[in-house]
């Protein structure tokens, strides 16, 4: 191989990565892979600390290559990585399905594109277009619009409006639907058991709706499809890729991986073996997140590209048309960020859609909010979605307690769910919990305090499957917003 050769390929392969990196600024290896043919970066919620920290170090990177696809997980709801540290400032899929107001779901998610644009983010791995038809789902839920595919198609579309007349490329993803699983695809191989009838009438169409409203990218899921593919997890799948999504349904953007290092493709095919299966499948752009953040990875995957073309394992006309598609994303958010127009003037739109998703439900003869005095609160933390991670705050005590001086408050695991049976007594009692039908530990110990307490608030911060309680409240959705709009209910404000 000649040394021209070597260094085509090298950029070819570095096209199509886009890997993360630790740290508030550009790691050292960064610049230097963007000099040599890198295409783009992945941000989490390790690389931000505020908007002028993340436009600085955006900035640096485009200084190394301007056309540099900067892409986040941002779905603005409970998976937030622009504000890991305080939580969402927008309530989130589920409430906005819940409102099932389009204008509101586009101006959402126009606010939020005005603030990754200013911050120098050009492609966001959202929104979710996952139809969540299996209640016990434990990676989705709230980060689905709902469970009805032609809610979820509207809100699709007007969430990709929304974000991409801001400049910034959407990616919906997971294609082609992860709401019909138990299993997350972070820990293991989720099997979709539908037949091609109810993929259609089910799965694709937000996807379809997606394509027809011009979304930029689309990212896949690392699932089994048996009645499309009955071997190929999607991001592996030829039939999935290229038969369906390309040729079937017309598309024509780039289409991106979840994170490669994810154990339901990783653990069996391997880290590099995955990314090159995923190209040669029809993949054009790898996301690397997780745990595989440093130079070392970086190389190993552009290295394991180059080394699959050269032994023919992935053709080069492959790896050429994806670096291409990848380009053409490049060149359309540079086009779209300078043509972007500016924030309109006004409330942020944030808490007042969390305020309309509020839902409240009272049994006769119950007393409903506001609270007559400062609460006591038991908020019971089911294992952490890993999506979401596990940094991001969430809750209703501390801005119950800002609005209620005095408001006391206890967090509960499974593992000490019986502290709960303690509440403090002679005030209002308020129990918080999330997705409570999928933990039998949370249910029965909810079921205790309500027989010794019937007068308790119930407040569901995750997908409310039932009303617990004579008095329930239903945010859909723990943002930070969700929580601000509970308060404000719980205490009359």
Sequence with gaps: MTGQRSRDLVRLAGMVLQPGFAGTTPAPWVPRLLGEGLGGVALFGRNIEHPEQLAALTAALRAERPDVIVAIDEEAGDVTRLETRRGSSRPGNLALGAVDDVALTEAVARDLGHDLAAAGVTLNYAPDADVNTDARNPVIGVRSFGSDP???????????????????????????????????????????????????????????????????????????????????????????????????????????????????????YGFEGAAVRALAAGSDAVCVGGDHFDEADALRLRDAVVEAVTTGELPEERLAEAAKRVQQLAEWTVQAGSAAPDRPDGTPVGLLAARRAIRLTVAGGATPPPLTAAPHVVEFAPPANMAAGTQTPWGIATPLRARMPGTTAVRLSAADPEAALRPARGRPLVVVVRDIHRYRWMAHAVAMLLAERPDAVVVEMGVPERVTGAVHLATYGATRACGEAAAEVLAGL
Excluded: Y
């Design 150 to 268: 032609a809610l979820v198609a509207r809100h699709t579309v007007a969430w990709i409006t929304g974000l991409q007349s801001a400049g910034v490329a959407a990616c919906a993803k997971h294609f082609p639907g992860h709401g019909n699983t138990s299993v997350d695809s972070h820990v293991d191989v989720p099997k979709i058991n539908a037949s091609r009838a109810e993929l259609d009438a089910v799965e694709l169409p937000p996807f379809r709706a997606a394509i027809a409203a011009g979304t930029q990218a689309i990212m896949t899921g690392h699932l089994v499809v048996p009645a499309i593919d009955p071997e190929w997890p999607a991001t592996l799948s030829r039939r999935v890729l290229i038969d369906l999504l390309r040729d079937e349904l017309g598309f024509a953007g780039v289409v991106v991986t979840d994170g490669i290092e994810m154990a339901a493709i990783a653990r069996r």
